[in-house]
């Protein structure tokens, strides 16, 4: 007998009502979709929301079905924007689903996963096949949509492809003959659209089954892995560590209750409620030992005001000045120079303790030999 309650743990909405339990009581494995735009490189503690409740229907005998949407990336979802999505490149996207599919590997069971690509059918089409598409949906039905609406209103650009969008993400349903689409709340309009172009194709509509989406630790905007803002599953223990203890305090129920699935209630005291949470997400994705690690070298770090006793030692270019973004960049401090730069715009790289300033990209290297570097929550020693 079907576990109702562990499938729709957390979940919004289950649409229409009543359907999935007509779906479980088939008798056969239910095909449980999901899609993810490869949009960044790392699957985040938010990501990791409808996953779960995938790898729930795995768990009581149902196939998963993840779709990176290679194809789809290619058009960018609309959901939630005010304007259009920037388009990564083709090269940016297949190096994003392969990071994609290898941790979304952590949470499902690849025993009952089929990983595709919706390349595989949407690069296929040919513009008679798009044009069938396009008939089972009004432009009226489209501006319905809230961010369309919007934008439609403020006179703000609405590209044709921009309306494809949930006609593509529809179709992969056709495609694989999903019986369930799981997708956070901002992709309601999408999975709905997906039961209508079902029944046009002649097949039983899919159940719709929304998560919720959660905020990203500054609080104030939803985790986004682009926005960088987020706290990703394969990130270094130390630093998922510090990232949880950086999270404002009024995240720590919805964040117990969905991203540890907790039953119980954080602590009362804020302070007591982040270390908790902290220790228990490195323990789910990188082990006790490592949780354990993770939280003495937070303490060595932020109350003993200190770099941790392994921090790595850096050896300067011969070059005068130093160049900071490289350094950081080539000694994997940071992902990229960019991204060098974005941080020490921030505030967020201190030499010494001393924060540098948005325009102190070339550093003297007498300054620079011998210091302690904070990257971020990430500590270092430079060779003297």
């Given at each position: 007998?079907?576990?109702?309650?562990?499938?729709?743990?957390?979940?919004v909405k289950?649409l229409?009502?009543?359907e999935?339990?007509?779906?479980l009581?088939?008798?056969?494995?239910?095909?449980?979709?999901?899609?993810?735009?490869?949009?960044?490189?790392?699957?985040?503690?938010?990501?990791?929301?409808?996953?779960?409740?995938?790898?729930?229907?795995?768990d009581?005998?149902?196939?998963?079905?993840?779709?990176?949407?290679?194809?789809?990336?290619?058009?960018?979802d609309?959901?939630?924007?005010?304007?259009?999505?920037?388009?990564?490149?083709?090269?940016?996207?297949?190096?994003?689903?392969?990071l994609?599919f290898?941790?979304?590997l952590?949470?499902l069971d690849?025993g009952?996963?089929?990983?595709r690509?919706?390349?595989?059918?949407l690069?296929k089409?040919?513009?008679a096949?798009?044009?069938?598409?396009?008939?089972?949906?009004?432009v009226?039905?489209?501006?319905e949509?809230?961010?369309?609406?919007?934008?439609?209103?403020?006179?703000?650009?609405?590209?044709?492809?921009?309306?494809l969008?949930?006609?593509?993400?529809a179709?992969?349903?056709?495609?694989?003959?999903?019986?369930?689409?799981?997708?956070?709340t901002?992709?309601e309009?999408?999975?709905?659209?997906?039961?209508?172009?079902?029944?046009?194709?002649?097949?039983e509509?899919q159940?719709?089954?929304?998560?919720?989406?959660?905020?990203?630790?500054?609080?104030?905007?939803?985790?986004?892995?682009?926005?960088?803002?987020?706290?990703?599953?394969?990130?270094?223990?130390?630093?998922?560590?510090?990232?949880a203890?950086?999270?404002?305090d009024?995240?720590?129920?919805?964040?117990?209750?969905?991203?540890?699935?907790?039953?119980?209630?954080?602590p009362?005291?804020?302070?007591?409620a982040?270390?908790e949470?902290?220790?228990r997400?490195v323990?789910?994705?990188?082990?006790?030992?490592?949780?354990a690690?993770a939280e003495?070298?937070?303490d060595?770090?932020?109350k003993?005001?200190r770099?941790?006793?392994?921090?790595?030692?850096?050896?300067?270019?011969?070059?005068?000045?130093?160049?900071v973004?490289a350094l950081?960049?080539?000694?994997?401090?940071?992902?990229?120079?960019?991204?060098?730069?974005?941080?020490?715009?921030?505030?967020?790289?201190r030499?010494?303790g001393?924060p540098?300033?948005?325009d102190?990209?070339?550093?003297?290297r007498?300054?620079?030999?011998?210091a302690?570097?904070?990257?971020?929550?990430?500590f270092?020693r430079v060779?003297p």
């Open positions: 007998m079907a576990d109702l309650a562990a499938l729709t743990r957390n979940a289950v229409p009502e009543g999935l339990e007509r779906k009581g088939l008798g056969r494995p239910l095909r449980v979709k999901l899609g993810i735009d490869p949009t960044a490189r790392d699957i985040h503690i938010g990501n990791a929301i409808p996953l779960q409740r995938m790898r729930a229907f795995q009581q005998g149902h196939t998963g079905i993840l779709i990176v949407g290679d194809y789809t990336a290619r058009v960018g609309p959901s939630g924007r005010s304007k259009e999505r920037r388009v990564l490149s083709d090269e940016q996207i297949d190096e994003n689903a392969r994609y290898d941790q979304a952590r949470i690849p009952r996963t089929e990983l690509f919706n390349s595989e059918w690069g089409l040919d513009f096949e798009i044009l069938r598409l396009t008939r089972t949906i009004t009226s039905r489209l501006l949509r809230n961010d369309f609406e919007r934008r439609f209103r403020d006179n703000q650009p609405i590209s044709v492809s921009e309306f969008y949930p006609l593509m993400q179709y992969d349903s056709v495609a694989i003959r999903a019986d369930v689409e799981l997708g956070g901002d992709q309009y999408n999975l709905l659209t997906g039961r209508d172009v079902q029944l046009a194709y002649g097949q509509p159940v719709a089954l929304t998560t919720p989406l959660i905020m990203g630790p500054n609080g104030t905007q939803k985790m986004s892995a682009s926005l960088q803002n987020y706290i990703g599953i394969t990130e270094p223990a130390q630093e998922m560590y510090g990232k203890m950086s999270c404002v009024e995240l720590m129920p919805d964040y117990y209750r969905l991203c540890l699935e907790a039953g119980d209630a954080p009362a005291d804020p302070y007591a982040k270390r949470f902290a220790r997400l323990e789910r994705w990188h082990g006790p030992e490592a949780a690690a003495a070298g937070f060595r770090m932020f003993e005001k770099a941790t006793e392994d921090a790595p030692v850096l050896e300067l270019p011969e070059a005068d000045p130093v160049h973004p950081l960049a080539d000694h994997g401090l940071a992902g990229s120079r960019g991204e060098a730069r974005r941080l020490i715009s921030q505030g967020g790289v030499v010494d001393e540098l300033g948005a102190e990209l070339d550093v003297p007498s300054r620079m030999a011998g302690e570097l904070r990257v971020g929550r990430r270092a060779a």
